[in-house]
């Protein structure tokens, strides 16, 4: 198993910058996960932000925020990260890591049924 915790969420304006952490920690190595954002906002469903590959390799993102998100994994600090730039009001949600237990395929996944570990999530605010 692993426990995830996500840090880093906040109140901030239109354009600015976040920088999403998710710490890993558990029997297993954390390389051998793939993982992925996820964001839940009022009223919605939970939808897929972007997903990586365990040697953070390959990459999914959603349309809405190509180009201005970046996830990146370094697997020594057993830490997922969040880069969000140019923030918009409708990036507002909780974010959620995820992980799947992945030691036989070096893929991502875009479904949230694929992924059976989640951390608390992290409230990100933006304002207009």
């Known amino acids: 198993q692993v426990q995830l915790v996500e840090s880093g969420g906040g109140l901030v304006q239109t354009g600015d910058s976040l920088r999403l952490s998710c710490a890993a920690s558990?029997?297993?190595?954390?390389?051998?996960?793939?993982m992925g954002w996820f964001r839940q906002a009022p009223g919605k469903e939970r939808e897929l932000v972007v997903a990586?590959?365990?040697?953070?390799?390959?990459?999914y993102y959603v349309d809405s925020v190509k180009g201005r998100f970046t996830i990146s994994r370094d697997n020594a600090k057993n830490t997922l990260y969040l880069q969000m730039n140019s923030l918009k009001p409708e990036d507002t949600a909780v974010y959620y890591c995820?992980?799947?237990?992945?030691?036989?395929?070096?893929?991502?996944?875009?479904?949230?049924?694929?992924?059976?570990?989640w951390g608390q999530g992290t409230q990100v605010t933006v304002s207009s």
């Open positions: 995820a992980a799947t237990y992945d030691i036989g395929g070096n893929y991502y996944y875009i479904y949230v049924g694929s992924y059976n570990y």
């Open positions: 558990g029997e297993r190595t954390f390389s051998n996960y793939a």
């Open positions: 990586i590959n365990r040697r953070g390799t390959s990459t």
